[in-house]
Every structure is written in structure tokens, then in C-alpha cells.
């Protein structure tokens, strides 16, 4: 049975008819903001590390897994951003590396906002492995002169473009991270059936302080390609004396008619002025929960120069 899901998983990533979103998830999408949107880049008042670690769908053979580094800072008395971001991800027998650069132009407003926009240039790796030994058909594939009989890459250079908004306790950002939908497709004939497709997202927060050593921050994250479900995060985060953080988020989408894709749980940890660390769980929604235990993510996040009293959820500071 598992390998009949694994087989079924694969055949949706490789047909272009499945339509399904290219990006990976982030359920702590609020501490990688620049991954979805360069204007971001530069918006936090330190320069700011991150590490990120995603294991989709866990005990579920092919799911996906992330591996990734983020870097952000302003310059130039604020008013410019940069960023760049490194991510390898693997799924199935594909695996892909991206690194992209995040250069961000910031324009002070009154009340210590600012709003900032941003391009991004990168360059994508894509790499299948068609001798996996986990492949399988009713024949043998060997039969199939239409799939490759080795290992095939192919790279693609995109652009997207973004901007960011903050107050001193608000912010929102629209962005396409990725502009040109160039052709991946690994066949050497002249028809072309799988391509990069442009995916738009949107995100909001206010973080809300009832003048107690307690703040509430509820975001959102909605995301959108074409032929692909509409997505949404919904997300409200709690924060203690701004060193412990708990939060919850609903992600929609999944099943035809169901319940939504999951649940996601949070934790995070001020360890010291400089280091924050958040760990979350997925809980699935979907049939597909069966055949997995679920979904872990980390982030491990280094700033450089803490300012006194930040938050832990870096919606903005005023420069």
C-alpha cells in the first residue's frame, strides 16, 4: 500500500495536468517572510540569520523535505534592503536548488512606517533521479521509451517582485515571487508540458498589546496559482514577556468537501538575546493523514544586533 501511494504522489508532481502548487508549505511562513516576498528584505531593525527545516508528511516514502538558509538586512541609513535566500528541497525522485538574491528599496513614512519594495533574482536547479529503485509499474519502465533510463537536470533563471508595509504594529505585503514561466520540462521533443507557473501571495498581521507582559498577533497568509486550489494560513500567535510563543494555525485547502488541509501547532523560545527557535507540528486534515504522522518544522534564527525589548514575531520596528 505504500508504495502504491508513493507511485500516486509521484504521478501527480510529474503530470502537468495536476495543476497542484509548485512552492512548498511553511506553517511558520511569519519568520520567513522573504522566502514569499522580497520586499520584506531589510524590514527587521537587526541583521538578521535564519535556518529552516521542513519534514512534510512524515513516515510517507517520496514526501517532501526542505532544507534552507535566509540572510536580511538593511543599509545605507535604512533605506535599502537586502536579502538572499538558499533552499533545497527533495520529493519523490525530483530535487531542486534554489538561490535567489532580495535587493529592496525602503521609503519612511510618517509614524514610523515604511514601505518597501522589493525584486528578486534567483536561479533554480531541478534534478530527477529516474534510476530510484523505488520506481514501479504494472511492466517494467525499462518498456517505456518515453521515460528517461537515467538521472536529468535542468536549471531556470526567474525574477519576481514584492512590497512591504509595516507600522509599529501592523504590516501586509503582495508579491510574485516568481515572474517567467519558463519550461522545465525534461523531454527533448518539441512539446513542452511542464512549466513554472507564476504564484501570487498576499500576508497581513497587527499584533495587539493589552499593556500586560502578553501580546496577541493574528496573521494570514493566502497564497494562489492558477488551476490550483485557493490556499489560506490563519494564523494567531501568543506571546509572553517577549520570550515564550505559542500559536495555532488553520491551513485551508485539501480534500474536495473536507475539513481543510491541517491544524498547526507552535512553539517558540527567546533561548537569548540574539537566538529564537520555533518548532511546529502539522496535523493533518486529509485522507492522506492515514499514511503519515504528520508534519515538523524548525526554524533557528540568529539576530545580530538585538534591539532592547523586541518581540519575538518581528512585525516591525520603526527605524
Not at 517520496?62 to 535604512?78: D, T, V
Not at 498589546?209 to 493566502?222: A, D, E, G, R
Not at 488551476?227 to 485539501?254: C, K, W
Amino acid at each position: 500500500m505504500m508504495k502504491k501511494i508513493y507511485l500516486f504522489c509521484f504521478a501527480l508532481m510529474l503530470s502537468n495536468t495536476a495543476y497542484s502548487q509548485q512552492e512548498l508549505l511553511h506553517t511558520q511562513f511569519m519568520f520567513n517572510k522573504l522566502a514569499y516576498n522580497p520586499g520584506y528584505a531589510g524590514s527587521f531593525i537587526s541583521p538578521t540569520l535564519s535556518v529552516l527545516y521542513r519534514n512534510q508528511w512524515m513516515g510517507l516514502d517520496g514526501a517532501p523535505k526542505m532544507q534552507g538558509i535566509n540572510y536580511s538586512q538593511a543599509f545605507w541609513k535604512h533605506r535599502f534592503g537586502f536579502g538572499a535566500n538558499i533552499v533545497n528541497t527533495t520529493q519523490a525522485i525530483t530535487k531542486t536548488f534554489t538561490v535567489d538574491v532580495n535587493p529592496s528599496y525602503r521609503i519612511a513614512m510618517r509614524g514610523g512606517a515604511v514601505m518597501s519594495f522589493g525584486f528578486k533574482i534567483g536561479y533554480r536547479q531541478y534534478n530527477q533521479d529516474w534510476t530510484d529503485k523505488r520506481l514501479a509499474g504494472t511492466l517494467p519502465i525499462s518498456t517505456d521509451q518515453a521515460i528517461p533510463t537515467e538521472a536529468q537536470g535542468k536549471g531556470a533563471v526567474n525574477i519576481g517582485a514584492g512590497f512591504y508595509f509595516q507600522s509599529n504594529s501592523w504590516y501586509m505585503g503582495f508579491a510574485v515571487p516568481r515572474l517567467i514561466e519558463n519550461n522545465i520540462d525534461f523531454a527533448d521533443y518539441g512539446s513542452v508540458f511542464s512549466r513554472e507557473k507564476r504564484h501570487y501571495n498576499a500576508m497581513g498581521g497587527i499584533t495587539l498589546n493589552n499593556k500586560s507582559k502578553f501580546t496577541v498577533t493574528p496573521q494570514v497568509l493566502i497564497k494562489y496559482a492558477a488551476f490550483a486550489p485557493f490556499d489560506a494560513d490563519l494564523n494567531v500567535n501568543l506571546e509572553y514577556d517577549h520570550q515564550i510563543l505559542a500559536g495555532m494555525t488553520y491551513r485551508t485547502g485539501g480534500d474536495v468537501g473536507g475539513a481543510g488541509e491541517s491544524i498547526d501547532v507552535l512553539l517558540g523560545l527567546q533561548a537569548t538575546s540574539n537566538l529564537f527557535i520555533a518548532l511546529s507540528y502539522d496535523i493533518g486534515l486529509t485522507s492522506l493523514r492515514k499514511y503519515n504522522n504528520g508534519s515538523l518544522e524548525l526554524t533557528a534564527r540568529w539576530w545580530f544586533n538585538p534591539p532592547e525589548g523586541s518581540e519575538i514575531i518581528d512585525i516591525s520596528k520603526p527605524f
